[in-house]
C-alpha cells in the first residue's frame, strides 16, 4: 500500500464553522507534511511533523492548526477561514527526513471558504 | 536555504527524448536532487533522486553535473501523458525544511 488518503476531496466551508481535514498513511512513513496550493502555483509548505512531532510551522496563521495523532494519521483544524485561504491542500509523507527517501503525497482537499 | 532554478516552459514532441535542466548553483555537499512532478488536478508524484551520481529507473534518468551545481532530468521518449510540472527540488538532509518547492517547468507534450 503507497497511497496517501485524503478526506474530504472537497470541502465548502463558511467563514464561522470549523472543520477539519485528515491525511492517513500505512507505509510506515514517520515524517508527514502539509502544504497549501494556489491556482497555477507550487505547492508551499505549511507544516512538518517528524515522529509525531512538529518540527517546523512556516508561519502559518494560528486559523490553521495541525495535529499528529499517531505515526498513521495527520488532521488539519480550520477555524475562522478567510475566503483567501481558498486552495489545495496536499498531504504528504516520507519514510523519515534524511533527504534520501522519496515522498509520497495525497491527491488534497480542495477547500472553498465562502 | 539552497535555490533551484528552471525555465517556466518547455515544449516537446511525442515519442521525442525531452531534457528539462535544473539550475541550484548554492547546493551543499548533503542536499539530495530531487524531482517530482505534477499533472493537472492531482497531487505531486515523485519521479527521481539522486545525490552525486546519474541515477536511472523506470520512468527517468538523473544526470547530475560534476560540481553538482546543476542537473538534468531525461525523459527517454515523451508521451501525452507525461505533460506536467517538473518541479526540481533541493532535499535538505537531517533537516526538517523538506521538499520546499520551486516555481518548477510546465511541459507541453505535442502530438
Known amino acids: 500500500d503507497t497511497e496517501v488518503t485524503q478526506t474530504p476531496k472537497h470541502l465548502v466551508m463558511g467563514m464561522t464553522n470549523k472543520k477539519s481535514l485528515k491525511c492517513e498513511q500505512h507505509m510506515g512513513h514517520r515524517a508527514m507534511y502539509w502544504y497549501k496550493q494556489k491556482a497555477k502555483k507550487p505547492p508551499e509548505l505549511m507544516f512538518v511533523?517528524?515522529?509525531?512531532?512538529?518540527?517546523i510551522n512556516e508561519s502559518v496563521p494560528s486559523r490553521f492548526s495541525p495535529e499528529c495523532p499517531n505515526s498513521s494519521l495527520l488532521n488539519l483544524h480550520l477555524h475562522a477561514l478567510q475566503p483567501e485561504d481558498s486552495a489545495l491542500y496536499l498531504c504528504a509523507s516520507s519514510q523519515s527526513l534524511d533527504g534520501n527517501t522519496e515522498a509520497f503525497f495525497g491527491q488534497g482537499t480542495r477547500l472553498t471558504v465562502v | 536555504d539552497a535555490k533551484t532554478t528552471q525555465p517556466n516552459s518547455m515544449e516537446s514532441n511525442e515519442e521525442e527524448p525531452v531534457h528539462l535542466p535544473c539550475n541550484h548553483s548554492?547546493?551543499?555537499?548533503?542536499?539530495?536532487i530531487h524531482w517530482y512532478r505534477q499533472l493537472p488536478s492531482q497531487g505531486p508524484e515523485y519521479v527521481i533522486h539522486?545525490?552525486?551520481s546519474n541515477v536511472n529507473n523506470r520512468m527517468a534518468s538523473l544526470a547530475i553535473a560534476e560540481d553538482r551545481k546543476s542537473s538534468t532530468l531525461i525523459l527517454h521518449r515523451a508521451t501525452l501523458r507525461d505533460a506536467a510540472v517538473y518541479y526540481c527540488?533541493?532535499?535538505?538532509?537531517?533537516?526538517?525544511?523538506?521538499?520546499?518547492f520551486g516555481s518548477g517547468t510546465q511541459l507541453t507534450v505535442l502530438p
Open positions: 539522486g545525490l552525486t
Open positions: 511533523y517528524s515522529y509525531e512531532k512538529l518540527s
Open positions: 527540488i533541493l532535499n535538505f538532509a537531517g533537516s526538517a525544511r523538506q521538499l520546499t
Open positions: 548554492t547546493i551543499s555537499g548533503t542536499d539530495y
